[in-house]
């Protein structure tokens, strides 16, 4: 019986040792991060010219700003931001873009230079 009392003993307290105390403010729930998607744009061929897949997107500063871009084109295409290249893209890749500080940016194509992108960063 003793054996049995000191065995419940050692239970209870090993129990209390992870016992959490929620504190106003702090619950994973409250403080956990929404996940943001990162935004994703294409330059493809519309009406026979290169086109960005959308003309705006908005990036969150809070989650690293980025945004991804795919090149579904069958030609190489320069992405030019203050009049030089940013970024060229063979056909078929990926690159994953990171902007900062806030503000608006606004990209557009070598190929199309009517194509613009404009990037906000919040």
Do not use: W
């Not at 419940?8 to 956990?32: E, K, Q, Y």
């Not at 330059?43 to 700003?65: A, D, E, L, R, W």
């Not at 970024?87 to 190929?111: C, E, F, N, R």
């Amino acid at each position: 019986m003793l054996i049995g009392l000191m065995a419940t003993v050692l239970l209870v307290m090993s129990l209390s040792a992870f016992t959490v105390t929620p504190t106003r403010g702090t619950s994973p729930v409250h403080n956990a991060q929404a996940a943001v998607a990162i935004p994703h744009v294409s330059i493809t061929t519309i009406g026979g010219n290169y086109n960005f897949s959308k003309s705006k997107i908005t990036c969150q500063i809070v989650n690293n700003p980025e945004f991804t871009i795919k090149n579904k084109t069958t030609v190489t295409q320069m992405i030019i931001f203050n009049h030089g290249v940013f970024a060229t893209l063979p056909p078929g890749s990926i690159d994953k873009i990171h902007i900062s500080p806030t503000g608006t940016y606004v990209y557009s194509l070598q190929s199309n230079p009517a194509a613009t992108l404009t990037i906000v960063v919040q």
